[in-house]
DNA sequence: ACGCTATAAGTAGGCTCTCTACATGTACAT
DNA sequence: ATGTACATGTAGAGAGCCTACTTATAGCGT
């Protein structure tokens, strides 16, 4: 997948990936993996800074704690973050149901559907 | 629709649309409302640098001519443009599998599918 | 002891693309 | 004369993702 596609989507992955409980941007990185086959390996530089700017949009919140000598700032959706959520996949469905409008091949003339 | 979540998927949509045929930017446009029910409304201020640029990457060939008074460029589907359109269609595939994936709600306890 | 890998978080700077707002001009209807 | 549809374009701003780099601990292998 070519890496810039995830733009102005990526705020809805990391609140999906929180609706299971809160998580540490590391895990969230992880759990992106898996939900996604691997296809999703977002580098640290992306999703740092957007835990960040969630934070700071109030729809998580963050505390930081120490595990096994490790810092972590661990997150958790907020209520605006959950309906955010909700936004972001109203939003995603009706983006991609007019893509895939406007991608669709052309019919070929005579061709039936 | 929020107004910039096109962002990386615009020249495959434009190039879809000149699937049909040889358009101009203009037309580009109105095609674009039509296939999409109205929901893709851009701004020519979006697609006529987006033309020039999948001119310039040869995607596309451009040329000028006058219809009712009016100066027209009117854009045609390079074969460079046909593979990017079968590029972007596989990306498109690839990317809104991924995206339902993590997007889709997690299953409650017990909940069967 | 040393180095490597995994875990964990972050910043700086660059780059691309879309948007808003504006500029220019013709044709046609009121 | 004014407004609207048709038609193309540029300038500047802003957002957000990426690359590359930095810092730090824990644990393993050699």
Redesign the pocket.
């Known amino acids: 997948m070519r890496?810039?596609a995830?733009?102005?989507?990526?705020?809805g992955l990391i609140l999906s990936v929180l609706e299971d409980g809160p998580r540490?941007?590391?895990?969230i990185i992880e759990a992106l993996q898996a939900r996604s086959g691997g296809a999703l390996d977002?580098?640290?530089?992306?999703v740092?800074?957007?835990?960040?700017?969630l934070e700071r949009a109030g729809r998580l919140s963050g505390s930081w704690s120490t595990?096994?000598?490790?810092?972590?700032?661990?997150y958790t959706l907020t209520r605006a973050g959950r309906h955010a959520l909700a936004a972001q996949r109203a939003d995603w469905s009706e983006f991609s149901s007019v893509v895939e409008a406007v991608l669709r091949p052309p019919r070929a003339a005579g061709e039936t559907s």
Not at 24 to 27: D, E, P, R
Not at 48 to 53: D, I, Q, V
Not at 67 to 74: D, F, L, M, S
């Open positions: 890496p810039d995830v733009r102005g989507h990526l705020d540490h941007g590391y895990a977002l580098p640290t530089g992306t740092y800074p957007a835990l960040r700017r595990v096994g000598g490790r810092e972590r700032r661990t």
